[in-house]
Structure formats: C-alpha cells, structure tokens
C-alpha cells in the first residue's frame, strides 16, 4: 500500500475503520486519505468486498446485470456503470498480439475431425432399400 498523490509506503496510518475490512489510511507526508480501491476501477463503489466479488463474478461469467441487481442493497444503474468501467479497463489491459509467431498449427483434433468415423451399427435386420418402406414389425399371437 502507498499514498497514490506521492507514492510513499512510510508513515501510513489508519485514518477510520468505518467500513471494515476496507480500511482507509491517511498518508503522513502529504495527508491524503485513500483505501485499497483508491485509483482502481472499484474506487468510489459502496458494495462490501464480499458483494464485489460475486459482482466479479457475475461480469466475468456474463450474468445479466439485472439479474445480479436483484440482490439486495444492488442498484442496477450504478452497477451497470460499475460493468461498464470493469470492461473497459479489461479491454485496455488487452494483448492486441497474443501470439508472437507468424505460422500457427491447427490442433490435431480439429484437423482430423470426422475422418475416423466408424460406420453406424444396425440390428440384426437388413436396412431398407432406397424407396422402399422398412418391413413392419411382427406380433405374435398367443
């Protein structure tokens, strides 16, 4: 943890407890109060951290915002631009050029695909001929 105005790691302390386990720290050089989200993409959220992370959650596995919404003390417009803002800097952090060669294989799978087909099994009857209907089946009468 640093102060995010000077960047110093000493002479930090805690400056309230008010919404624990985030706890805000006010810097001993310059005084600045800042918690772990300052700066972040969750700065200036009020969910507590177990309600983020199921808002993670939620993002990252695609769950509709309304639906994530209806939990409780969850207001749709708000973490709809709480989406918003964790999307964009997902896409910001994005490697444009994942792969670094120029020739890429084919998995093996992909490639053999469906060339080791085995033909399908019949029972013991033989299959109709094109155009013909297939033989009907017998009952036996006691």
Not at 43 to 57: D, F, K, V
Not at 110 to 137: I, N, V
Request: hydrophobic share 30%; proline share 8%; with cysteine.
């Amino acid at each position: 943890m640093a102060c995010p105005r000077c960047g110093r790691r000493e002479r930090l302390g805690i400056h309230s407890r008010h919404r624990e386990p985030v706890l805000e720290y006010q810097c001993g050089h310059r005084g600045r109060v800042f918690n772990a989200w300052t700066g972040a993409a969750l700065q200036g959220t009020h969910p507590r951290p177990g309600q983020l992370l199921l808002i993670l959650h939620g993002v990252a596995t695609g769950e509709p915002t309304a639906r994530m919404a209806r939990e409780p003390g969850c207001d749709r417009k708000h973490l709809l631009e709480l989406r918003r803002r964790l999307q964009d800097n997902a896409r910001l952090g994005l490697d444009r050029n994942p792969l670094d060669d120029a020739v890429v294989e084919a998995d093996e799978m992909d490639q053999d695909a469906g060339e080791e087909r085995h033909p399908a099994s019949r029972p013991g009857r033989p299959a109709a001929a094109a155009g013909q209907s297939p033989p009907r089946a017998r009952h036996l009468r006691r």
